[in-house]
């Protein structure tokens, strides 16, 4: 099967999983949730969709055990609206990206702004980072 159509697929999917749950549950464990991408299987039978969600760790543990309650329902809807051969079984999956890149990001402010050799530390353990190093010299 062509990447191409693997690609085209998964967006398709993504959009529609997105649509889904923006407008078809109901269930108060759901928050503010945005859908930030999906993978789906070299033979489209499974997709994985990840999600983020506004909240502390309980709203997400929250968010997550409401959206696999909801993933039946969420397969039913895109085997509905999306015309498939097989409609893949869906499994969410909190991306931590977001979480990560803000966390890289606090830590380079903190090099930066002050020179902090903890925050240094935190980043590259056991070396010792230069001006020249961090401007990629």
Known sequence: MSHQRTDRVRELIKEEVSRIVQSGLSDPRIGLVTITDAEVSV?????????????DEGARRDCLAGLRSAARFVRGEV??????????EIHFEFDSGLDQAMRIEELLSQIHATGDSDAQEDLFPGETLKEDHINGE
Do not use: E, M, Q, S
């Open 79 to 88: 085997g509905r609206n999306v015309r498939l051969k097989y409609t893949p």
């Open 43 to 55: 033979d489209l039978r499974y997709a994985k969709i990840f999600f983020t969600v506004l909240g």
